[in-house]
């Protein structure tokens, strides 16, 4: 053994060694632009340069939408984990242990309660980086339990769309949570209290068949997509090649199916604005213009 040759250098390397956080700099997916990780939170996940709208995490979300930060958790009932004891490489269970180590939370809808500019709100987020945003019982459960807390609160009731639809590991009760939530919306309707929708992307699939698309009020983020299927297997099943800028947030606007396309540095103020509009309050619209 050389004792120079293999113990001296490692020694001294390990020693020279800085630990650098691998997010330290972010990619723009759009322009190429390196981000410093602290200027991306700072503006809101939104690129500098480039006005790209990265995906926003659920916490950064609400501490910027509530105002000072400051928000009432509601909790979700629990449901079956397993209902269909589904297993494709990994079993169904493994997977909801590890997304819930992975993100800290129980499934993909987060509900919080709080004051936007004044105005008085419940907010359901859903977590694409939770499976997808996928669809489930306890995603169906949640955006319920916080249309009811709405009523019960005589609150309007604002969600974040994210989601590749319906969460295929659930079958049938999955596909169940479309009605049960077109239902609630329907409560809250007849509660005279506003339901606002603020599509992110992406949001498809059955959410989008569903209570993504019943709002009074759809607001999209710049670049969204926005649809059901897919935009190749449209193309496919037309044979036809689909418009430029097709399902994107500013398309559908142009074409009705959007009512307004915000920044999200605009976000908060416009959803002050809109609930106070709602609710009948124009006397507080000046707080939030």
Not at 14 to 42: M, Y
Not at 171 to 177: A, E, R, T, V
Not at 245 to 251: I, K, N, S, T, W
């Amino acid at each position: 053994m050389n004792w120079i040759s293999n113990v001296v250098p490692p020694k001294i390397r390990s020693f020279l060694k800085r630990e650098t956080p691998e997010n330290l700099w972010i990619k723009c997916p759009d322009s190429g632009q390196l981000v410093f990780h602290k200027d991306l939170e700072a503006n809101l996940f939104v690129v500098p340069g480039s006005g790209f709208h990265m995906r926003c995490p659920v916490k950064a979300r609400l501490d910027g939408l509530f105002d000072k930060g400051v928000y009432e958790d509601i909790a979700t009932p629990e449901v079956p984990l397993d209902p269909l004891k589904f297993r494709d490489v990994k079993r169904y269970t493994d997977r909801l242990k590890d997304y819930r180590a992975k993100t800290g939370s129980q499934d993909a809808v987060k509900l919080a309660a709080g004051t936007i500019e004044g105005a008085t709100a419940v907010v359901a987020v859903q977590d694409f980086d939770f499976m997808g945003g996928s669809l489930g019982m306890a995603a169906g459960e949640a955006i319920i339990t916080g249309m009811e807390a709405a009523i019960a609160r005589k609150s309007p009731f604002i969600i974040f769309t994210a989601s590749g639809g319906a969460r295929m590991q659930e079958g049938m009760f999955s596909l169940m949570q479309m009605p049960r939530t077109t239902v609630a919306v329907r409560r809250l309707r007849a509660a005279k209290l506003p339901y606002i929708v603020v599509l992110t992307n992406p949001t498809t699939g059955g959410v989008t068949a569903s209570y993504a698309m019943l709002g009074d009020i759809h607001i999209a983020e710049p670049g969204a997509v926005i649809g059901f299927a897919g935009a190749r297997v449209i193309e496919q099943t037309i044979r036809e090649r689909l418009p430029d800028g097709f399902q994107r947030a500013e398309y559908l606007k142009s074409h009705g199916m959007v009512d307004m396309v915000v920044p999200r540095g605009d976000m908060r103020a416009t959803l002050a604005r809109m609930c106070k509009i709602l609710m009948n309050r124009p006397g507080d619209t000046s707080a939030a213009a």
